[in-house]
């Protein structure tokens, strides 16, 4: 069986959640093109993450990826990766919800504590304490990401392509997400 993308699928989860690397293979088995709004943004801007909000603050960070996800939710169908905080804005889940499906890779607080403990790129985790800060944002954001359109459990032991294969699956009981046919 093969299947034809008819609408963007956009992963929203928690830093560390697998978006990025679980997106990556996920358009490559739905052979559509991958996009990161973070990467998209840090390329406009010229600028990593973590610069854009020591510069300009998390308010204007936010602003511009909301022009960044509508952006690419006018484009063809795609898998997209979005930011830790991008679905907790309305307005970005109304863009996804009228032209896409979210799926929410829900990993629980330890797998993503041992996923982003050791990387200093996450400008939210730069405090005294970041596994506390960590716990407060998934508490915050947990009900947020359960909005999501569907939800796919990240298993500790899955690799990234079980990952993906768990996405295609569930997205295989959406026929108007994908459509599938035979070879």
Known sequence: MAGRLKKTVVLVGMMGAGKTAVGRALATRLDVPFKDSDAELVTAANMTIAEIFDRDGE???????????????????CVLSTGGGAFLKSENRDIISAKGVSIWLNADLDLLWQRVRHKDTRPLLRTADPYATLSDLYDQRVPIYEKADLAVPA????EIDDMAQAIEIVLEKRPDVLEMYDD
Do not use: G, Y
């Open 59 to 77: 308010e204007f960070f936010r602003q511009k990826e909301t022009q960044v996800i509508e952006r690419l939710m006018n484009d063809a169908p």
């Open 155 to 158: 298993d500790p032991e899955f």
